[in-house]
């Protein structure tokens, strides 16, 4: 498949394949490429700060871009393609994505099935930890840490008053829609602040 950039034509992620959903929100040109400055951008609009938006997108994309880019040589500017994000993904993780980064409903379920014990449809901190724990793969640090900071920063970002990360939450941050929803949140706060 042709490029987008050398296209023109806007990427579109596929609609079973809710990794490249979750990836795409961050193409903030959609152009089918996640440069470091959209991840960057991409973090403080769903509300992140400037230093945790920074380290993001320094380790995001040094991490995946050559992952997403079989084949193709080293670049400076480490680029993420949205459409191989499936060869990034790493391991300790939920197996929530598939191999190919389509949703797999069971291992969703799992999820709460297994860890949340004090809300049936929610993640205390402790059940997340033992979430955490339960995932990790031997001898994979890189996989564990980066299942690790997900997690927590979407349950910095997303829980509750009560410090309860919702099931429904969590299942829009695998189809990215969460994103989407944050960004909106998060300008409507900024647009009242400044009328």
């Known amino acids: 498949m042709a490029s987008s950039i050398s296209t023109g ?30 991840t960057f951008q ?23 871009s050559s992952k997403t880019r079989p084949g193709k040589g080293f670049s400076i500017w480490f680029p993420i393609e949205v459409e191989n994000i499936h060869l990034a ?12 980064g389509r949703f797999v409903a069971s291992k969703f379920e799992e999820i709460f099935t297994k860890h949340a014990h004090t809300h049936r449809d929610a993640l205390t901190n402790e059940e997340l930890k033992q979430l955490l724990k339960a995932n990790k793969e031997p001898n994979d640090r890189k996989g564990w840490l980066a299942g690790y900071t997900e997690w927590k920063v979407l349950h910095y970002l997303c829980k509750d008053k009560n410090g309860l990360l919702h099931k429904d939450t969590v299942r829009a941050a695998y189809d990215g829609s969460l994103f989407e929803k944050l960004e909106k949140q998060r300008s409507s706060k900024t647009s009242k602040k400044h009328p």
């Open 89 to 100: 993904k790493h391991g300790s993780d939920s197996g929530v994505y598939d191999k190919d």
């Open 42 to 64: 991409g973090f403080r609009a769903i509300g992140c700060g400037y230093l945790l938006s920074a380290v993001a997108s320094v380790f995001i994309n040094i991490g995946l």
């Open 9 to 38: 034509v806007k990427f579109v992620p596929e609609e079973d394949n809710f990794l490249q959903r979750h990836v795409a929100f961050f193409d903030r040109n959609k152009d089918g490429i996640v440069y470091p400055s959209e």
